[in-house]
């Protein structure tokens, strides 16, 4: 499955931005991962295909929603309330395995190109 990513963008603090992903086939789940400059890339959120199940990172909750669209086979990552923190290079990632979505990256194995998003202070 090939994943695309998109949707970032340079935005204000306290902004709002919405990612998308669009993937080629169908995946169990999906997930939002970033990676700061200088840092390792760490999780955001993931949903079920169902939708029945979202994860979120503690540093996004209450400010980021992950949902998805079946039909078009993409999720979709809106955040609001951004700080400058949150700016990165953001990466999809889908997964074949079974169960909740999961936080750990070897757990996915197909992966977006990333789109920055940056946040002015």
């Known amino acids: 499955v090939q994943l695309q990513a998109y949707g970032g963008g340079l935005v204000q603090t306290g902004g709002s931005l919405r990612l998308s992903c669009a993937a080629s086939?169908?995946?169990?789940?999906m997930g939002w991962f970033r990676q700061a400059p200088g840092k390792e890339r760490e999780f955001v959120a993931a949903?079920?295909?169902?939708?029945?199940?979202?994860y979120y990172a503690d540093s996004v909750m209450g400010r980021f929603t992950i949902s998805g669209d079946n039909a078009k086979n993409t999720v979709y990552l809106q955040m609001n309330s951004l700080k400058p923190e949150d700016t990165a290079v953001y990466y999809c990632?889908?997964?074949?395995?079974?169960?909740?979505?999961?936080?750990?990256?070897?757990?996915?194995?197909?992966w977006g190109q990333g789109t920055l998003v940056t946040v002015s202070s």
């Open positions: 990632a889908g997964t074949q395995r079974a169960g909740v979505p999961s936080a750990r990256e070897y757990e996915y194995d197909s």
């Open positions: 086939g169908r995946t169990s789940s």
């Open positions: 949903i079920s295909r169902s939708g029945a199940y979202t």
